[in-house]
T-cell receptor, first 114, second 116 residues
């Protein structure tokens, strides 16, 4: 089935550093979503992207929809301890016939040391 | 506004028992999704509904799993009989088809299921 390759798998950084993670796909996507999941909770939607080349910010978070429509990245600037969690990318395959059938990346585990 | 509500938050049961997980979607949302999350397989879509009708259940692992949505504000995921390999966190999510934002799914807090 369709898979997203998300990297890196994990990151250990110091507070104040910038973070970058990305997702790539072998096929074209119509939508890219970025979620954050904290321990014991469900994923929370951070940013949604709908157009190739789109660059969207949400506070210290910035995400882009790749021009090829096969990739997306998420940047976090000036990380703080509460940024800790698992970040997931998710996408909707442009060739799919089933609305809503998002494909999720494997997740990036972020640890921020004070 | 209340988000997606799931119950119970934790369930511990013995192999062979029936398990029922419950979900209340965000009011007004017309799509409801059931996911399973494990370390090995990540987030997997099990089944989803549109306007209470099951649309795609190809992710349901086997006949022991069933899901219903009797009305717009309630859905259940049932496992009978349960097995240890069913141990996972089960999430419910909902969304509303509104133009471009149709694919934004909002997740509940999950039910952590442990089958002994």
């Amino acid at each position: 089935g369709q898979q997203l390759n998300q990297s890196p798998q994990s990151m250990f950084i110091q507070e104040g550093e910038d973070v970058s993670m990305n997702c790539t796909s072998s096929s074209i996507f119509n939508t890219w979503l970025w979620y954050k999941q904290e321990p014991g909770e469900g994923p929370v939607l951070l940013i949604a992207l709908y157009k190739a080349g789109e660059l969207t910010s949400n506070g210290r978070l910035t995400a882009q929809f790749g021009i090829t429509r096969k990739d997306s990245f998420l940047n976090i600037s000036a990380s703080i301890p509460s940024d800790v969690g698992i970040y997931f990318c998710a996408g909707l395959n442009a060739g799919g016939t089933s609305y809503g059938k998002l494909t999720f990346g494997q997740g990036t585990i972020l640890t921020v040391h004070p | 506004d209340a988000g997606v509500i799931q119950s119970p938050r934790h369930e511990v049961t013995e192999m062979g028992q029936e398990v029922t997980l419950r979900c209340k979607p965000i009011s007004g949302h017309d799509y409801l999704f059931w996911y399973r999350q494990t370390m090995m397989r990540g987030l997997e879509l099990l089944i989803y509904f549109n306007n209470n009708v099951p649309i795609d259940d190809s992710g349901m692992p086997e006949d022991r799993f069933s899901a219903k949505m009797p009305n717009a504000s309630f859905s259940t995921l049932k496992i009978q009989p349960s097995e240890p390999r069913d141990s996972a966190v089960y999430f419910c999510a909902s969304s509303l088809v509104v133009g471009l934002r149709s694919n934004e799914q909002f997740f509940g807090p999950g039910t952590r299921l442990t089958v002994l």
